[in-house]
C-alpha cells in the first residue's frame, strides 16, 4: 500500500493524475472496492456533486474545447496515435472540476468532495478502465496558450499522448482566474 501511495502522490506532485486500474489489479485493491460500489460488471450509481461542481459553462467552452481538441488529435497524430474521440460524459465529468475549481480559486485535481478524476468520470456513468487528467488556471490568452502550456510539461504531455485513452472531454469555467480541464479515457 505505501508503494501505492507513493505512486499517487509522485503523479499529483508533476500537476497530473493518471490512474490506472487493470481489473486483474483491481480486486487486490481496497479502494478499487470503494472506487466502483459493487460488482466489477455493475454500473457506477451516479453521485451527487457539490454545489461548486455546477455552474454556467464559460460562454467560450465550446469554441475553445473544439480548438483545445483538435490540437490535442494533432499532437497525437504527429506522433502516431489515434484521435480522441469527444464523450458527452467526459466532458460532464470535466466540467464539473472546472467549475469547482473555479469557485475555489484553485487548481487542483481533487474535487471539493474528496473526488478523483476516475471517480467523478465513473460518476457520470462512463465505465473507466483508465482517466487521466489536465488541469490549468489562468491562461487568459486562450486554448492555444493552455494546449501549448500541457504540451510543454512532461506530466500533462503524456497524458495528451496517453496510448491507452480513446475519449476525451473538456470543460471551462470561469472564476477569479478560467479553469480549465480536459479529461481523457478508456471504457472498459
Known amino acids: 500500500m505505501t508503494r501505492i501511495a507513493l505512486l499517487l502522490a509522485s503523479f499529483a506532485l508533476t500537476g497530473c493524475i493518471v490512474i490506472p486500474v487493470p481489473e486483474s489489479t483491481a480486486a487486490k485493491l481496497p ?16 453521485r451527487a456533486l457539490p454545489a ?9 467552452r465550446a469554441a475553445y474545447g473544439a480548438t483545445v481538441i ?11 496515435l489515434p484521435a480522441l474521440r469527444r464523450s458527452a ?3 460532464a465529468a470535466a466540467q464539473a472540476q472546472a467549475c469547482d475549481n473555479a469557485a475555489r480559486n484553485a487548481l487542483t485535481h481533487r474535487g471539493s468532495d ?16 483508465r482517466a487521466t487528467e489536465n488541469a490549468g ?8 496558450q493552455m494546449l501549448a502550456f500541457w504540451n510543454a510539461s512532461p506530466g500533462h504531455r503524456a497524458n495528451l499522448l496517453d496510448p491507452a485513452v480513446t475519449e476525451i472531454g473538456f470543460g471551462l ?3 477569479a482566474k478560467p479553469a ?3 479529461v481523457a479515457a478508456r471504457p472498459r
Open 70 to 80: 483538435a490540437g490535442a488529435n494533432a499532437l497525437r497524430a504527429a506522433q502516431g
Open 31 to 46: 479502494l478499487a472496492v470503494r472506487i466502483g460500489g459493487g460488482s466489477a460488471d455493475a454500473a457506477p450509481e451516479p
Open 89 to 91: 460524459l467526459l466532458d
Open 52 to 60: 461548486s461542481a455546477r455552474c454556467t459553462p464559460s460562454p467560450e
Open 173 to 175: 469555467a470561469q472564476g
Open 114 to 129: 474528496g473526488s478523483t478524476v476516475l471517480t467523478r468520470v465513473r460518476g457520470t456513468g462512463y465505465p473507466a478502465a
Open 137 to 144: 488556471q489562468g491562461f487568459a490568452g486562450g486554448p492555444e
Open 180 to 182: 480549465w480541464i480536459l
